[in-house]
């Protein structure tokens, strides 16, 4: 059961850091060269993915999850301090902070859906 809500909390992460990317390319992102496309490819892969870690019970799809999150957390940082290809955020909207929750979301529940079932498991039974 637990390896199970951790596969919805990690498919929550991504949809969630899919649907902010979306509603940022529609309001601003589209307009810009580089940074669109990455913003769409965000809204697919994260959408791929979260399929992915819901229907193939391996540890590929949390790996992904988690190189996603991290990507995407370390893009944000770099437009949060030096710039990403002309993008300069300033952490002031809904949307960064949601974004910011779903990829940690992405990093937190991936990783713990990576540790081996047999540990988990015996966490459940208590026999851990």
């Known amino acids: 059961m637990v390896r199970w809500i951790l596969r919805v909390l990690v498919a929550l992460g991504l949809l969630g850091s899919?649907?902010?990317h979306w509603v940022v390319w529609l309001d601003w992102a589209r307009y810009?060269?580089?940074v669109g496309p990455l913003f769409l490819v965000n809204v697919v892969a994260g959408a791929v993915i979260a399929l992915a870690v819901l229907v193939w019970r391996h540890w590929l799809p949390a790996l992904a999850a988690v190189g996603f999150g991290l990507a995407t957390l370390g893009a944000y940082v770099l437009s949060l301090t030096v710039g990403f290809f002309g993008v300069q955020?300033?952490?002031a909207t809904?949307?960064?902070v949601w974004g910011v929750v779903?990829?940690?979301a992405c990093v937190v529940f991936g990783i713990a859906l990576l540790v081996p079932g047999k540990v988990t498991a015996a966490k459940e039974?208590?026999?851990v």
Do not use: H, N
């Open 32 to 34: 810009m060269d580089v």
């Open 102 to 104: 779903t990829e940690v």
């Open 89 to 91: 955020e300033q952490f």
């Open 125 to 127: 039974s208590g026999r």
């Open 94 to 96: 809904q949307e960064e």
């Open 18 to 20: 899919a649907l902010v």
